[in-house]
Each structure stands twice: as structure tokens, then as C-alpha cells.
């Protein structure tokens, strides 16, 4: 079946500091990947996604490469900010027999600190 | 503006007392989902929806039903709730059923059951 798995949190990194949250996955079929952030009282938005292995996703300085050989989608950050601190979800999209189902990681929450 | 509107926020309820969590969107999306995201689990997938009438399970469809009347609405019903379904629950919307769409999130329900 398909699952995601991503890193335990909490994560506190200091500003500036470098931020790898590591995500991998099991899928049956070929997964499209994506990356979600979430606020506090807030719903998830889109932060960065890719289709096919290879592909690089970035936004707002975050970057994350599809690995097929590793079944990885880790994101990266060089330099975080106070305004990063969120909660930051690993996703993938797999076709089903009717449509498409979404699997999401447990999130992993994020602190920086000035 | 383009958004998924869920409502209520927030409901303080009963066990066995019917409700519904209505869900729309103004995207013209076909796809349409629903989520519970609780500590430690992330966010699962109870129902989705491909299109107007066609509906299929998430992984966790147990004690709710959905309908797709029409294409902007998703409601979600809780036809006896039990306190195990207290949670925070997502309505999610995306262009078409290509595994490489991006959902959109509404704000999110948190109903406690008590």
C-alpha cells in the first residue's frame, strides 16, 4: 500500500540555521510528491510539489528533489526565518481504481527562534 | 477570491446527534476531499470525490457519509456521532482527478463530541 513517513518533531532551529525535514515513502504506483506547511489556525497550503523522480519543487527558499532510488522527498531550507515556524506535512498522490487518494505524514513542527 | 469555505469552526455537540460539516468551494473544481488530522496520525483521507455523484472511501469512511449533489458542495455527515470522531476535520478541493493537482484547504472544523 501507500504511506508516508516523515520526521518526528518537534524541530527548534535558531534563524539562519540550515533545516532538512526528512520524508520517505511507499508506493504502489508512480506518486506525484508534495510538500504542505500549515499555521496555527489555519488549513495547509501548497509549499512545493514534483511530478516525476528528478524533479526539483522549490518556493520561498525551500527546495525538495524527488528520489526514486531512495523513495525520499526531503525538504531543505539554507537560511530559516521566525516566519518559517509552522508545521510542515510530506504528501503523496497516487491514482486508485476510481480517482486519486492523498497520503499525508505525520507533520513535523518546526520553532524558529530569534 | 478563490477558497474552500467549511462551516461551522467550531461545534460543541452530543453523541448521536446528527450533523453535518458543509464544505464549498468557488474554484470549479472537480475534486473534492475530506480530512481528519488528529496528534501523532497526520491528516487521513475519509472521503473524496471525483466529480458531481461519484464518490468513493478514504481511508477512514467508518461512522460518515458524503454527498455530491452538486459540483461546488461537499458536505460531510455525521449521522450518530461518537467521541472517538472528535477531531479536526479539512475539506480539501483540487482542479481534476491528475494525481499532479494541488488540493486547496479550507480553515478546518474542530467538533468535540462529547
Known amino acids: 500500500g501507500n504511506s508516508v513517513t516523515q520526521m518526528e518533531g518537534p524541530v527548534t532551529l535558531s534563524e539562519e540555521a540550515f533545516l532538512t525535514i526528512n520524508c520517505t515513502y511507499t508506493?504502489?504506483?508512480?506518486?506525484?510528491l508534495f510538500w504542505y506547511v500549515q499555521y496555527p489556525g489555519e488549513g495547509l497550503q501548497l509549499l512545493l510539489k514534483a511530478t516525476k523522480a528528478d524533479d526539483k519543487g522549490s518556493n520561498k527558499g525551500f527546495e525538495a528533489t524527488y528520489r526514486k532510488e531512495t523513495t525520499s522527498f526531503h525538504l531543505e531550507k539554507g537560511s530559516v526565518q521566525v516566519s518559517d515556524s509552522a508545521v510542515y506535512f510530506c504528501?503523496?498522490?497516487?491514482?486508485?481504481?476510481?480517482?486519486?487518494?492523498?497520503?499525508f505524514g505525520t507533520g513535523t513542527s518546526l520553532t524558529v527562534i530569534p | 477570491e478563490a477558497q474552500v469555505t467549511q462551516n461551522p469552526r467550531y461545534l460543541i455537540t452530543v453523541t448521536g446527534k446528527k450533523l453535518t460539516v458543509t464544505c464549498s468551494q468557488n474554484m470549479n473544481h472537480e475534486y473534492m476531499s475530506w480530512y481528519r488530522q488528529d496528534p501523532g496520525l497526520g491528516l487521513r483521507q475519509i472521503y473524496y470525490?471525483?466529480?458531481?455523484?461519484?464518490?468513493d472511501k478514504g481511508d477512514v469512511p467508518e461512522g460518515y457519509k458524503v454527498s455530491r449533489k452538486e459540483k461546488r458542495n461537499f458536505p460531510l455527515i455525521l449521522e450518530s456521532p461518537s467521541p472517538n470522531q472528535t477531531s479536526l476535520y479539512f475539506c480539501?478541493?483540487?482542479?481534476?482527478?491528475?494525481?499532479?493537482?494541488?488540493?486547496?484547504f479550507g480553515d478546518g472544523t474542530r467538533l468535540s463530541i462529547l
Open positions: 480539501a478541493s483540487s482542479l481534476s482527478m491528475r494525481e499532479n493537482q494541488p488540493q486547496h
Open positions: 508506493a504502489t504506483g508512480y506518486p506525484s
Open positions: 470525490s471525483m466529480n458531481v455523484e461519484v464518490t
Open positions: 504528501a503523496l498522490s497516487d491514482r486508485s481504481r476510481t480517482g486519486n487518494q492523498f497520503y
